[in-house]
């Protein structure tokens, strides 16, 4: 049933995992996709941003 504990999102995340991975993504282009800025606007290491770039599919290089 829609809003049952434990639904997913259309991307196949939780919604907090979808949350997330949209900080990260808007920070990056707000960054120019500059990890040691992205990092520090979000409040964390260089090494947590790269560990969640990999867990939410996120390249390296960009978008393209």
Do not use: F, Q
């Amino acid at each position: 049933a829609a809003g049952a504990a434990g639904a997913t999102d259309a991307a196949g995340g939780n919604p907090l995992d979808c949350a997330e991975r949209s900080a990260i993504l808007a920070a990056l282009d707000d960054n120019r996709w500059n990890i040691t800025n992205t990092a520090v606007r979000l409040d964390m290491s260089r090494n947590t941003l790269y560990r969640k770039m990999k867990k939410h599919d996120i390249p390296l290089s960009g978008r393209g």
